[in-house]
């Protein structure tokens, strides 16, 4: 399951030991692509990783906040701080490795 992240749900939802955020907006091209990956990816890993979505149009200085610059973006949390983030379009296979090593370095 993806939760759209706003202002006013970030915290609680970033307070999991494992959060991604998918910082998008409804105008990006590699966005759309993006979108498609991370919904299978989330199918496959949510019951070990919350997945959400959050529209920079919506809150620009919270993407700034988490120096997410150029989209799409993902941000890595864990309990509540952002650690990590990659930006642009990522291979599902590469993307999947990618989680699995931020879940084996939280368990």
């Known amino acids: 399951m993806i939760t759209k992240v706003t202002r006013e749900n970030l915290?609680?939802?970033?307070?999991?030991?494992?959060?991604i955020i998918d910082?998008?907006?409804p105008w990006?091209?590699?966005?759309?692509?993006?979108?498609r990956i991370i919904r299978n990816l989330a199918e496959?890993?949510?019951d070990q990783v919350q997945f959400g979505k959050f529209n920079v149009d919506d809150n620009q200085d919270i993407?700034?906040?988490y120096k997410v610059f150029s989209i799409p973006?993902?941000?890595?949390?864990r309990s509540g701080k952002g650690v990590e983030k990659v930006s642009g379009i990522f291979p599902e296979p590469k993307l999947a490795e990618f989680i699995e090593?931020?879940?084996?370095?939280t368990n």
């Open 11 to 19: 915290a609680d939802f970033t307070a999991a030991p494992l959060t």
């Open 23 to 25: 910082f998008w907006a």
């Open 28 to 35: 990006c091209g590699p966005c759309k692509i993006m979108d």
């Open 44 to 46: 496959e890993y949510g």
């Open 63 to 65: 993407a700034e906040k």
């Open 73 to 77: 973006s993902l941000v890595v949390f």
């Open 101 to 105: 090593q931020k879940i084996a370095e």
